[in-house]
């Protein structure tokens, strides 16, 4: 296969330069212009293929232009989009009951964004401690995990210690206490009278597929249990299939009092994200205290329906269980010849490259020159999450790219030699 580093034309260049011209630059993308996708593929302006490793961070779960749910969403288009929660519709019941089954709750709260479902876990945990628990007003606190990714608002912010997230956009919301994930020993000593709430992500995602020990969620569950605390499972990024489970927490056989669902809820089509949880506290939130003017709009709900229905098939968790055995298999012969580590949870996998090769970046834009998408987090880890559709040929393609890359760097990093550029 050619090694083609796509900026080299001139179309994709323009592209780019118009998008830097006329873009805030909050993000800094490979250099790569995509404009069709079908599956696991996209092709770029030029008409290159690439085969799309990172899937929108989960949100592509059921790969671009799923028949199924493309189906749901042109069928809905047409006939009604938006009618806001001031009225009722007819797809957000069907989406709603479906979604609760799903999760084994009774009720469901949509909003939109992820970070929209993780406001709405803390404000429903913080009425729940006031209205049920007997917290003092305003002295709720939450527990939440160093490491974490809740998303970008500025209360949630606050309570992330990466400093690219968190720096300079205060002063912080107060009200959360802050332990090292993974460790329910200081868990259990963070807990007071006065905690609402334990909000974690099963697997830390963005930090870079960070698995906690084995029994760490069950500890957590039985504290939260014990001490009348709520256990607030941020399965954004780990739920819908992607570790091989429709709900992350299920590795550990745990059921959380609050499920916070998004990205792949959408279907990659759009953005739709969902509190789950029993009435004794979703039922504390009443009309007028919480809302969206999109939220459960029968166009996410039309699509959101069809994303559970498949899901309750149960055949992309299965599958995402069998590849993922397939990708450790296919990436673990790699530590000590360029990786240092490799975590591996369902199709999800975050790979550590040795400094001695350059970045996870400088990784990522080798990649990008064989037809790979990879996004590199926190400077030396690859995260790597294909949609679970991927062909197991295309998936052993991948394989044999990321071999080909990091095993010829290896060479040249004990050669002596500087990393070339393979984006300029
Ligand atoms: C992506 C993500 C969010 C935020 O979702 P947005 O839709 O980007 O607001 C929150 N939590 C986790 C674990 C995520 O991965």
């Not at 002063?171 to 802050?178: Q, W």
Request: proline letters at 6%; a negative charge.
């Amino acid at each position: 296969m050619q090694v083609h580093p796509p900026h080299v034309d001139p179309a994709t260049r323009g592209a780019i330069a118009l998008e830097h011209a006329h873009l805030a630059h909050n993000y800094d993308p490979l250099p790569v212009v995509i404009a069709n996708g079908q599956g696991a593929w996209v092709t770029d302006i030029e008409g290159r293929r690439y085969l799309d490793f990172l899937a929108a961070y989960s949100a592509l779960n059921f790969g671009h232009g799923h028949p199924a749910l493309i189906e749901a969403a042109s069928a809905q288009l047409g006939r009604l989009t938006l009618t806001s929660r001031a009225f009722s519709n007819d797809q957000l019941g069907p989406f709603a009951a479906a979604l609760a089954e799903l999760a084994g709750k009774e009720l469901v709260l949509p909003m939109n964004t992820g970070a929209e479902a993780v406001e709405t876990g803390i404000k429903v945990a913080r009425a729940w401690a006031y209205r049920v628990k007997g917290v003092p007003q305003d002295a709720a606190s939450i527990i939440v995990a160093r490491g974490n990714f809740h998303g970008r608002t500025t209360t949630i912010v606050g309570f992330s210690d990466d400093p690219g997230a968190h720096d300079d956009f205060g002063p912080y919301g107060p009200g959360f206490v802050s332990v090292p994930f993974g460790d329910a020993d200081a868990l259990a000593a963070a807990i007071t009278p006065d905690t609402a709430a334990v909000l974690i992500e099963p697997i830390q995602g963005e930090a870079g597929v960070l698995i906690p020990p084995e029994g760490y969620l069950r500890r957590v569950r039985e504290l939260c249990t014990e001490h009348g605390v709520l256990f607030i499972a941020d399965e954004i990024q780990t739920g819908l299939g992607r570790t091989g489970h429709t709900f992350a927490c299920e590795r550990e056989g745990v059921v959380p009092d609050l499920y916070l669902l998004g990205k792949a809820l959408g279907g990659g089509i759009v953005p739709l994200s969902a509190v789950v949880g029993d009435a004794e506290v979703l039922g504390v939130i009443q009309p007028g205290q919480h809302g969206s003017t999109f939220g459960g709009n029968p166009l996410a709900a039309a699509i959101g329906v069809r994303v559970v229905q498949l899901l309750a098939a149960g055949t992309l968790q299965k599958r995402a269980q069998l590849l993922g055995t397939r990708l450790r298999e296919g990436i673990e012969p790699l530590i000590g010849h360029g990786v240092t580590a490799v975590r591996v949870a369902g199709l999800w996998a975050g790979v550590d490259i040795d400094p001695r090769l350059g970045t996870g970046r400088h990784i990522s834009e080798m990649l990008l020159a064989r037809g790979l998408l990879v996004k590199d987090t926190h400077g030396q880890t690859i995260r790597l999450a294909p949609p679970l559709v991927i062909r197991s040929t295309d998936l052993d393609w991948a394989l044999e790219q990321l071999h080909l890359v990091i095993e010829g760097e290896a060479a040249r990093a004990d050669s002596g030699q500087a990393p070339a550029h393979a984006v300029g």
